[in-house]
């Protein structure tokens, strides 16, 4: 869909989401709208995910009027790129751990995927798991408890099935640069001035520091 036209005022509709923002403030509106996007979790290869996480990251660091826009269209985007017709099959994790310890989890699995056998186009899938797992991350603390569980059991889910889809297909290559320092690594992804090496770079430090696993 066109994300665009949710940002536009509609004549007997909602108010358009950068409106209710600018009316009620960034996390009340997230409060409310995320909840209904979880069946999109892993809508255009995870973006509109990523796009919100990020968004609200940086608003959370500089919570300025222009990083509050972008917030309303990473929310009217991600709106845009849910399922027609499926209903909502996530759960709340039958463990009792916390969400962010689920997410953690997630991340995990999710990098050993990438570090798998797959190659090529599968393995570019998969390294969206990891930087969705990373996004996912950032939005914990806008959501209630039990709205934070079910972006964690969604993220699972998605994750998961991309690993069984995409994790043992194999196409030949190497087997993957040697690791670098954390500084060397931000600074070759800042330097390739490309989104997805950004992005992964920085989701990888952002776990590494968090679990301190070798996987990151």
């Known amino acids: 869909g066109d994300y665009q036209a949710r940002l536009e005022p509609r004549d007997g509709g909602p108010p358009p989401l950068q409106e209710r923002i600018e009316r009620e403030g ?13 069946l999109g979790v892993s809508g255009h290869l995870f973006h509109g995910l990523i796009r919100t996480g990020h968004a609200l990251r940086g608003y959370r660091r500089h919570p300025t009027p222009t990083r509050a826009r972008e917030v309303a269209h990473a929310l009217a985007y991600w709106a845009s790129v849910q399922p027609e017709g499926k209903e909502d099959s996530s759960t709340t994790p039958a463990t009792e751990r916390p969400a962010r310890d689920v997410v953690l989890a997630a991340a995990r699995a999710a990098a ?78 800042g330097e390739s001035m490309d989104a997805h090496d950004i992005k992964f770079a920085d989701a990888c430090l952002l776990f590494a520091r968090e679990t301190g696993d070798d996987v990151f």
């Open 112 to 189: 050993r995927a990438y570090l798998g056998p797959a190659r090529g186009r599968d393995q570019f899938i998969l390294l969206h798991t990891v930087t969705a797992s990373a996004a996912v991350y950032h939005l914990l603390d806008w959501l209630a408890d039990a709205d934070a569980h079910r972006i964690a059991g969604a993220l699972v889910e998605a994750t998961a099935a991309a690993g069984v889809d995409h994790g043992s297909r194999s196409e030949p290559g190497d087997s993957g640069p040697e690791p670098f320092p954390d500084a060397e690594l931000a600074r070759r992804a």
């Open 26 to 38: 960034v996390g009340t509106v997230v409060r409310e709208v995320l909840p209904s996007l979880l």
